[in-house]
């Protein structure tokens, strides 16, 4: 079992609409967390640095194949493509603090029943 501050809780990723196994749009997809989350590559809007939501973007990409990268992504932060530049400044500096902050956004805003905060909140 992967290792993150990150585990154990439910994030949600919003996708604007239903998609049954792919897919269809020619131009990347908008996917983002709603649920507060501590993580260079994602920024307070919720919004993801990953390549394939963006240059790396393929109509053929199945729902399952961005997931996975997300959760990749959420396991090993890429510091060097940052998103939130506090948070990336805080993880090349105090690695440890910076999991420990991320152990904490993921207690109090990934709980069981949601309640207390979302992207943008």
Known sequence: MLSSPLTAR???????????LFFHSLSSQQVRFLTKIYHPN?????????DILK?????ALQIRTVLISVQALLSAPNPDDPLDEGVVRQWREDEEGAVACARDW????AGNNGSDGGAGA
């Open 55 to 59: 240059d790396k973007w393929s109509p």
């Open 106 to 109: 993921t207690r109090r805003f």
């Open 42 to 50: 994602i920024d307070k809007l919720g919004r993801i640095c990953l």
């Open 10 to 20: 439910v994030f949600l990723p919003s996708q604007p609409q239903p998609q049954p």
